[in-house]
């Protein structure tokens, strides 16, 4: 039993409108239940959600480590060489400043993958 605030009249839980008119808000023990089953499943999906966007970003960070490990061309081509009054182009040689660039990048990727792998970890917090 519930006291109507207006009337002061002893009424069931169940009934969500009193006969003097007073309207009870919805906080039986069900919608609480219901409310927090709710806010369970939205924690799983958020969950889901980011250990998804961890699993793309490993991906991405693999492609991109990949790219700049084998796709990445580091070198440069070396000064031209003039052979018995022919010129004969140098053979390519490693650049520092591409060589760099392709750490980095590859850097850059494993940075993704450890951060993505971080991600995959997410549990919803129950
Ligand atoms: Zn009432």
Redesign the pocket.
Not at 4 to 9: D, E, G, T, V, Y
Not at 18 to 22: A, I, R, S, Y
């Given at each position: 039993m519930k006291t109507?605030?207006?009337?002061?009249?002893q009424?069931q839980d169940v009934v969500s409108r009193?006969?003097?008119?007073?309207t009870f808000p919805p906080s039986s023990l069900f919608n609480v239940e219901e409310e927090s089953r709710l806010e369970r499943a939205q924690a799983r999906a958020s969950s889901r959600g980011i250990r998804i966007a961890g699993g793309v970003l490993i991906f991405a960070g693999l492609a991109v480590a990949a790219w700049f490990a084998f796709g990445y061309d580091s070198t440069v081509e070396g000064p031209k060489q003039e052979i018995a009054g022919y010129r004969f182009a140098g053979d390519r040689v490693e650049n520092i400043g591409r060589n760099t660039t392709r750490l980095v990048g590859v850097n850059c990727g494993i940075g993704l993958m450890i951060l993505g792998g971080i991600l995959m970890l997410h549990r919803p917090v129950e």
């Open positions: 109507c605030p207006q009337c002061q009249k009424v009193c006969e003097c008119g007073h």
